[in-house]
């Protein structure tokens, strides 16, 4: 697909820079180097291409009861996700991503790189969590990638505040071995019973590395 194109080419361009800045900036974080790296590796993309070709099928007058609007993806880091979604849906939808990481709205323009096709993704420096909750009503559809690194309890007051019809996009793994990941499960089933959906339209793996498997589900 094109837009893999300009991602890695983008990334690359932004690498440069950041590579070109650190010999002249002792405080430069070459650090995002590596970051801009895994955030663009096959196994980001493939998961979020995953991601967004099952969802697509959702949205759809038969299960979406309104005009999608406004899209809020919660620790969207760089904002790939956000840039997939783009290629499969209207490109007046505005695609919020939102991360408490200051940088992050940075690296998703460069990503970007000004393309007015992203016009509407919107980078917001944020906690995801307090962010949802001043705009609870606003979205037609939450995406959620890293449940891993959320307490559950704050993934339950997030389902159970949202409104009846909002369609959730949830996904997590069981990459236990990892320090940040506070919020794993052992299967599919046991990720999907920790959401208590009203309605689960979709649940489903597959297994980006050898390393882990993720999970994904889909409902109301």
């Known amino acids: 697909m094109m837009y893999k194109e300009e991602v890695y080419k983008n990334a ?35 998961s979020k291409e995953w991601l967004v070709n099952t969802l697509v099928d959702y949205l759809n ?23 997939i979604l783009r290629q499969q849906i209207d490109r007046e939808v505005k695609i919020w991503n939102v991360d408490s990481d200051p940088e992050c709205a940075h690296f998703q323009h460069m990503l ?12 917001v420096t944020d906690d995801a969590i307090e962010y949802y909750f001043d705009r609870a009503d606003a979205f037609q559809l939450i ?56 309605s689960v339209y979709y649940k489903g793996e597959m297994s980006p590395s050898e390393d882990y498997t993720r999970y994904m589900v889909i409902g109301i």
């Open 112 to 123: 970007q790189w000004n393309n007015p096709d992203y016009e509407h993704n919107i980078p």
């Open 61 to 83: 007058p038969k299960y979406l009861t309104f005009e999608l609007r406004d899209v809020l993806i919660m620790g969207g880091w760089y904002g790939l996700t956000g840039i």
């Open 143 to 198: 995406i959620n990638t890293s449940c891993e690194h959320m307490e559950q309890e704050d993934i339950r007051m997030i389902l159970n505040s949202k409104p009846i019809d909002t369609i959730a996009c949830f996904q997590s793994n069981n990459y236990h071995n990892e320090a940040e990941h506070i919020n794993t499960h052992n299967s599919l089933d046991e990720f999907v019973d920790s959401l208590q959906l009203a």
């Open 12 to 46: 690359l361009r932004e690498i440069e820079r950041i590579y070109h800045d650190s010999k002249y900036n002792p405080n430069t974080d070459l650090y995002r180097s590596l970051d801009l790296i895994t955030a663009t590796n096959d196994a980001q993309i493939s």
